[in-house]
Nanobody, 124 residues
């Protein structure tokens, strides 16, 4: 069982930056592929970013490519999502996810564990 706790969400003006953190309670953090998804009201859960077990490989959704950066610190059991040039359409609840056997990293069904989510609101 893995517990994930996100933090770092909040209210920011368009063009601003935020960094989300996700702390995992597990002794085997390096066995998990980590991802970030988001969900806005009335919309489906959307893939944002993912990283492999070592952190050397990263993947991004088209809507955030070039603006967001995912990273992980395996010594701290933590994955980060640095968000730059935020837009009002980035407003959503952001979820951290962990998967032990992820093949399709962009599909939420690939992940076994989820955090409770953190709200990000971008004002225009």
């Amino acid at each position: 069982q893995v517990q994930l706790v996100e933090s770092g969400g909040g209210l920011v003006q368009a063009g601003g930056s935020l960094r989300l953190s996700c702390a995992a309670s597990t002794r085997t953090f390096t066995e998990y592929f980590m991802g970030w998804f988001r969900q806005a009201p009335g919309k489906e859960r959307e893939f944002v970013a993912a990283t492999g077990r070592s952190g050397r490989t990263t993947y991004y959704g088209d809507s955030v490519k070039g603006r967001f950066a995912i990273s992980r610190d395996n010594a701290k059991n933590t994955v980060y999502l640095q968000m730059y040039s935020l837009k009002p359409e980035d407003t959503a609840v952001y979820y951290c996810a962990a998967g032990s056997s992820v093949i399709q990293y962009h599909r939420y069904e690939s992940y076994n564990y989820w955090g409770q989510g953190t709200q990000v609101t971008v004002s225009s």
